[in-house]
C-alpha cells in the first residue's frame, strides 16, 4: 500500500455507471481500507467519506434516478471502491 497519500492534494476520481436495474459507482481509493469509508444514502444522493490519515475526504454523488433505500452494497479491493445501489421500480 502507498503510504502518506493526501486527499489534499488528489481528488480521487468517482464515476456513476446505469446497469439499468442499479447503479455502481467506482472511487480510486488508494491506501485506504474498507473501515476507513463510511457511506450513507439519503434520496438519490450517495455521501462518502473516507477517514484518510491527514483529514477526512468527503464527497455527495448524485444518482440521476430514486433508488431503493437500504440495498447499498460496497466493495473495496485494490484500492477501488465499488458501490452498488438498487433503482427503485
Do not use: C
Not at 485506504?32 to 484518510?52: F, G, I, P, Q
Amino acid at each position: 500500500a502507498q503510504q502518506g497519500i493526501s486527499f489534499k492534494d488528489i481528488e480521487p476520481v468517482i464515476d456513476v455507471f446505469d446497469e439499468g436495474h442499479f447503479f455502481r459507482v467506482v472511487a480510486e481509493l488508494p491506501a485506504v481500507t474498507e473501515e476507513d469509508v463510511v457511506l450513507h444514502m439519503k434520496e438519490n444522493v450517495l455521501y462518502l467519506t473516507v477517514w484518510a490519515k491527514e483529514e477526512p475526504f468527503s464527497k455527495s454523488v448524485r444518482l440521476p434516478e430514486k433508488v431503493k433505500p437500504g440495498t447499498m452494497r460496497k466493495s473495496l479491493r485494490n484500492g477501488i471502491l465499488e458501490v452498488l445501489v438498487d433503482v427503485q421500480d
